[in-house]
Every structure is written in C-alpha cells, then in structure tokens.
T-cell receptor
C-alpha cells in the first residue's frame, strides 16, 4: 500500500500570498487530519475531515481552510500568509474516525514564508 | 478541554540505562492514549496505544487514571531509541491532541 502522500514537499512564499497543500491518504482511508508542526508550538491540530465533511477544527484563524474530495484526497489552503505560518504541515489519514483509529502521517509540506 | 503535558523537552540517558518519558493528561472522561515517535528524517509514526497493552521495541506505557498519567518506559535504552516522542490523547470528540514532545537522546 502506498503511504500518505503530501505535495509539494517544500515551498517558499512571501507574505500576503496564499498557498494550497495537497494530501492523498492511504487507499481506503476516509479520514484526513491536518497538523501544523513548529519548533516552538509542537504539533497543533488544524482540522479533520471524514467523508468530505469537516468534523473538527482547531484554534486557527479563518485564513486556514480545507476541504476533502469524494476520493478522500484533501487540500488545505492558507490565505494572506504571515511570517508565523512558516511550519511543517502534516497530513494524516486513518480508516475511520481519527482518535478511534491509528493515524498514518505523511512526510509533510514544509512552508517557508519570507 | 483536553490537554497533554510532557514536562521534559529534552531527556538524555546512557545506553543500557532505564528510561521514562513522562506524560500527564487532563480530561474529564475516559481517554484513549497513544505514544507517537519521530526518528530523525522519518515520518511521525505510532509507537503504541494504551488499549493494545503491547510492548513495542521494548517500550511499555501504563495508563494511571488516578494520577492521569501515561508514562513511557523502557528498561534498557538503546542508541536507536533516540528520537522525538509525543504523547497524544483522544476523548469523546475524537480529536487527537498531542503533547509538546520530548527529545530523547541515548548516549553511547
């Protein structure tokens, strides 16, 4: 089975721009979660999707949004980028509802905002 | 609200010594607890979960509801155990909350 695939792996943006990150879960997994990882804040939950519906959302501003498609692939978008958005964005998938099942993580998309 | 606290950011032990990574949680109901590990240049991955009651790579963790703790232990640390360890909790909302992580270094 292919693992969780995140694209792009690395990207550099400037303040004010927007970015879209993509996540393809393991085949058969219907749940996708997104996390932001930074040295200072650790792993912070962004949001979680199950069967195209957002089930949970973390404490991030509205500039952070996401969606899930019918094939379970997910995208997250960050608009009006700020320097503080520089981070590793991790996607994880699971067969059922997260928390009840094991999460399999992707390698992440490293975003640098200049 | 659910919260996970890992009080040690950094922990160093010598090879062959016992190691304990501390995890305390705050949750009013019955949580499910996990330890995830991230080795250098590898993906974050599940190490163990409390409901499985397994020993993985020699690590064990016992849920202590009285002390609200889920400490990770290994009797004899190996150099390959050096990694970042995250304790995580999920409650009734099924949202997985991670602690801030402990960087374990096993010295030769």
């Amino acid at each position: 089975k292919a693992g969780v695939t995140q694209t792009p792996r690395y990207l550099i943006k400037t303040r004010g721009q927007q970015v879209t990150l993509s996540c393809s879960p393991i085949s058969g997994h219907r749940s996708v979660s997104w996390y932001q990882q930074t040295p200072g804040q650790g792993l912070q939950f962004l949001f979680e999707y199950f069967s195209e519906t957002q089930r949970n959302k973390g404490n991030f501003p509205g500039r952070f949004s996401g969606r899930q498609f019918s094939n379970s692939r997910s995208e997250m978008n960050v608009s009006t980028l700020e320097l503080g958005d520089s981070a590793l964005y991790l996607c994880a998938s699971s067969e059922g509802v997260p928390g009840a099942n094991v999460l399999t993580f992707g390698a992440g998309s490293r975003l640098t905002v200049l | 609200a659910q919260r996970v606290t890992q009080p040690e950011k950094l922990l160093s032990v010598f090879k062959g010594a016992p190691v304990e990574l501390k995890c305390n949680y705050s949750y009013s109901g019955s949580p499910e607890l996990f330890w995830y590990v991230q080795y250098s240049r590898q993906r974050l991955q599940l190490l163990l979960r409390h409901i499985s009651r397994e020993s993985i790579k020699g690590f064990t963790a016992d849920l202590n509801k009285g002390e609200t703790s889920f400490h990770l232990k290994k009797p004899f640390a190996q150099e390959e155990d050096s990694a970042m360890y995250y304790c995580a909790l999920t409650g009734s909302a099924r949202q997985l909350t991670f602690g801030s992580g402990t960087q374990l270094t096993v010295l030769p």
